[in-house]
């Protein structure tokens, strides 16, 4: 097999897209000089009440700045469709688009179908008005198709934890020497210093970021409401504890934190399951309330839905914290939990430290928004009316002040998982938690940085998907935050 | 004022105790301990052995007593084994019994000895703490003016061409961790890949002759992280601010925009981010140890890597004490300087 090169057949593309991007740099410049030196277009009102603005130079500029835009996006879009028409003889590029088939063909389906029925889809159909928004949001599930397709063994071309020999720190393209059948030929980023194929392990990494971060950020969204409501709502003593408490978290520097509760050692002492199990009890204590307090009046309703939401929440939150029959296991004492046979799935020790006390982390910062929130709502007329209505204050917190929050919440729980992508990368660049060969993005950087000033290859693939996946997630919390404003 | 700044103070002082009783206890749990006394004694001791290796230089007792002795309230723990080596909480190598204090604690000025580095956790924390406040001075000279220059020229016209390639700029900057932003510098400018070399990729040397070369990107990565929340905050204080009835009044008057933007609006506009930069401390505390590991600059956060790494308690608690009053000292002066700065607002 011969090595691949970067583009391959399609190599007559490099010099019109060298072109493009130089356009595009040079317009974005002129433009932005031009928007300080020249003149504002001069608006003029026509006699039957419409407006028009002279071109002048400014509207030229915009122009020059749109159209190498355009050059530059249908270049990109040429090298996509042509990659997957070519395959691996279109090089590298082209190789890595056609394994991406499935996430182009999902990304297509999603838009389509989220275009054609935006005005029907509230405040997420909003989002496509806005062009930072649809970006950030098309950044941000590319990388979640790519999370979902990698775990179901669609996009992978090699087994990430499998070293090949003869590979190590190879360059990108570089084919495998003793092929077998039905293998892969090309490593195509390259392999990394234990000859592993690091194209596979950037796409498995973004399954475990897809996995944890959106459900972490959840929780501590969980547990931040169920705190914050109450401690903004009724204010005094409660509050003055929970503030004091939430800030004795947030003056902890994050790194030591994590130093001090993610080591083998704290997860033999059991302390992050008792972590676990106190903060996930949070969420079942939000959902009860929730529903109490909107179903009381109807008993007949209520009962069972309670018990049928609680069952199902229990027994959730019972599988969860209990490993192999035991909530506890230490070799001092143990404290028995759910039985095995009725125990749903096991979490590795590992992911559920790193899990915890990521929530914990971010819980305060939640904690304090949800307060300052709900201080400011509690003045309004229509809490007032509530109060009036006699309604109890839960209701009237979770069902008056948490919805017209949602605004802010919403923001802040994209950038929030943004965040906690950059905290697992932390974890992972400090070799804190996950298993030393597990392929998430943050143990990769940390592993190819080593050998950083003669290998770039294996170092840069996870820092560019990091960098685009928490790019996205901000490029959508302004999207949704602007169009949230025009209500 | 008085009042206010005092019962900071004793807020301060109560959440110092609460964090470092908790740091006390984390590293005070069993597996912790044995992990210490087998890098400090023998990686193969048997449980038994660990056990009395524990007991005879006093980590078995009761963690408040452990914790009373650390602040310096609890006479020192002393024991002298059978041959005659004299142990406890209060010596150092080559002490006996006479010439050991009775009460050696925070309140003593006693901070401990560091087992990783075997030293005086004093004297280490002290030159760690002068090597990592270099390079936070010069990323504060890189990082505020720049910041507050973007925001300013961002937010003095909202939405033109400049705001938003701006806007664009610091959302990158903040989507860029450190670990990936020094990634990548590494790899562009000092890797023999890409033939650049402009810089080193280490800043080893730094510690005794920082120059341009070998200091510039470990400024540049952490402060290119903080800026773009900076500039962020400022350029949203400058729309408020420049929507504001007396800039439109200025305008109506005559005066000219550049007047306009440094005269009127700049001084109201800085009262913002001047409490977010101080809140942004504890995050640099965060960038400092990812940058310090990633360029091997010997500063704080490496000494916090070290001393966590090896469970060295002492240590950690000290550099656990010194983040804490970095964290709420900042707070403190965040939360003076906006009276200062905005005469609206008086704290009753």
Redesign the interface.
Same mark, same amino acid.
């Given at each position: 097999m011969e090595p691949l090169s970067w583009t391959g057949s399609i190599a007559f593309l490099n010099p019109i897209l060298m072109i493009a991007l130089a356009a595009l740099a040079l317009s974005?410049v002129i433009?932005?000089v031009?928007?300080?030196v020249l003149p504002e277009a001069q608006v003029t009102v026509n006699p039957d009440g419409t407006v028009s603005s002279s071109g002048g130079v400014r509207g030229l500029t915009q122009l020059a700045l749109w159209y190498s835009f355009v050059a530059c996006v249908a270049l990109a879009l040429a090298y996509a469709v042509l990659g997957i028409v070519m395959g691996t003889s279109a090089g590298i590029i082209g190789a890595i688009s056609q394994q991406f088939l499935p996430v182009w063909l999902a990304l297509i389906i999603l838009f389509a179908m989220s275009i054609a029925f935006k005005r029907r889809l509230g405040l997420y159909g909003k989002l496509y008005d806005s062009p930072i928004g649809m970006i950030g949001f098309g950044l941000v599930m590319f990388w979640v198709f790519t999370g979902i397709f990698g775990a179901l063994d669609l996009i992978v071309t090699h087994d990430p934890l499998v070293q090949v020999s003869g590979m190590k720190n190879k360059v990108p393209g570089t084919p495998l020497p003793n092929l077998e059948d039905g293998e892969y030929a090309w490593y195509l980023l390259g392999g990394d210093n234990l000859a592993r194929d690091i194209f596979s392990r950037m796409v498995k990494g973004a399954w475990i970021v897809v996995q944890i971060a959106p459900l972490a950020t959840m929780f501590a969204f969980m547990v931040g409401i169920t705190l914050g409501l109450p401690a903004g709502y009724y204010g005094g003593r409660l509050d003055t504890f929970l503030s004091?408490l939430a800030? /004795?978290i947030?003056?902890?520097?994050?790194?030591?934190l994590f *130093?001090?509760?993610v080591?083998?050692?704290?997860v033999?002492?059991g302390?992050p399951n008792y972590m676990a199990a106190v903060l996930f009890v949070f969420p079942i204590v939000f959902i009860s309330v929730l529903l109490n307090s909107r179903y009381y009046t109807r008993p007949n309703f209520r009962t069972p839905l309670l018990i049928g939401v609680l069952g199902v929440a229990l027994w959730l939150y019972l599988s969860l914290i209990s490993t192999n029959g035991f909530v506890i296991n230490t070799d001092d004492y143990s404290i028995w939990g759910l039985p095995t046979y009725l125990d749903l799935f096991d979490i590795p020790g590992g992911i559920l430290v790193v899990f915890v006390s990521v929530v914990f982390v971010n819980s305060p910062t939640v904690f304090r928004i949800v307060r300052g929130l709900a201080l400011d709502i509690k003045t309004r007329d229509y809490v007032a009316a509530a109060q009036t209505r006699g309604e109890g204050p839960w209701y009237i917190m979770l069902w008056e002040i948490l919805p017209n929050a949602r605004g802010p919440l919403i923001v802040d729980f994209c950038l929030r998982i943004?965040y906690t992508t950059?905290l697992l990368?932390?974890l992972g660049?400090?070799g804190l938690g996950l298993p030393p060969e597990s392929p998430d993005w943050?143990s990769t950087?940390?592993e190819?940085?080593k050998l950083?000033?003669? *290998?770039?290859h294996p $170092?840069?693939p996870p $820092?560019?998907a990091?960098?685009s996946l928490?790019?996205g997630?901000? /490029?959508l919390a302004?999207g949704l935050r602007e169009e949230s404003l025009k209500d | 004022m008085g009042l206010f700044i005092l019962r900071r103070l004793g807020?301060m002082l109560?959440?110092a105790l609460?964090?470092t009783f908790v740091?006390f206890f @984390?590293?005070n =749990? !069993?597996?912790?301990l044995?992990?210490l006394a087998k890098t400090q004694g023998n990686q193969r001791m048997s449980d038994t052995q660990v056990e009395t290796w524990l007991d005879n230089r006093g980590f078995l007792q009761p963690t408040l007593v452990k914790y009373g002795q650390w602040l310096g309230v609890m006479p020192g723990f002393t024991n002298t084994l059978d041959d005659g080596t004299f142990l406890g909480t209060c010596t150092r190598p080559g002490s006996t019994a006479e010439n050991t204090a009775k009460y050696c604690g925070v309140l003593q000025g006693d901070w401990g000895y560091s087992t990783v580095f075997k030293d005086e956790v004093g004297k280490i924390v002290a030159k760690r703490l002068g090597n990592t406040g270099y390079l936070m001075f010069w990323v504060l000279v890189l990082m505020v003016p720049s910041a507050l220059l973007v925001g300013v020229l961002a937010g003095m016209?909202e939405g033109? #061409? =400049?705001d938003r390639?701006l806007s664009t700029f610091s959302? +990158?900057t903040?989507?860029?961790?450190e !670990?990936?932003s020094g990634?990548?510098f590494? #790899?562009i400018f000092?890797?023999?890949?890409?033939g650049l070399k402009w810089f080193k990729?280490t800043a080893t040397q730094a510690m005794d002759n920082p120059t341009f070369e070998n200091f510039f990107l470990p400024v540049l990565t952490i402060a290119l992280y903080g800026m773009g929340y900076i500039a962020r905050m400022t350029r949203a204080s400058m729309t408020e601010v420049m929507t504001a009835q007396y800039i439109r009044t200025a305008r109506l008057k005559g005066v000219s925009f550049p007047n306009i933007v440094m005269k009127h609006a700049l001084r109201n506009a800085l009262i913002a981010p001047f409490t977010v930069i101080m809140l942004q401390f504890?995050w640099l @505390?965060?960038g400092v140890?990812?940058v310090e590991? =990633?360029f091997n600059y010997k500063g704080f956060?490496w000494a916090?890597?070290q001393a966590?790494?090896n469970?060295d308690i002492q240590l @950690?608690l000290a +550099?656990?004490v010194v983040?804490?009053f970095v964290? @709420?000292v900042t707070q403190l002066i965040s939360d003076i300087g906006y009276v200062y700065l905005n005469p609206r607002i008086r704290i009753s």
């Open positions: 974005i433009w932005m031009s928007s300080i004091f800030n /004795l947030l003056a902890f520097p994050v790194i030591l *130093y001090l509760l080591t083998p050692e704290i033999a002492t302390v943004g950059i990368g932390t660049f400090f943050g950087i940390n190819g940085r950083l000033s003669i *290998y770039l $170092a840069l $820092a560019f990091l960098l928490v790019l997630l901000n /490029l302004d | 807020v109560l959440t609460c964090l740091v @984390l590293t =749990l !069993y597996p912790n044995e992990k016209r033109s #061409a =400049l390639s959302i +990158i903040t989507a860029t961790p !670990y990936v990634v990548i590494i #790899a000092t890797s023999s890949t890409v990729g504890p @505390l965060n140890v990812i590991t =990633l956060g916090l890597v966590a790494g469970n @950690l +550099i656990s983040s804490v964290v @709420l």
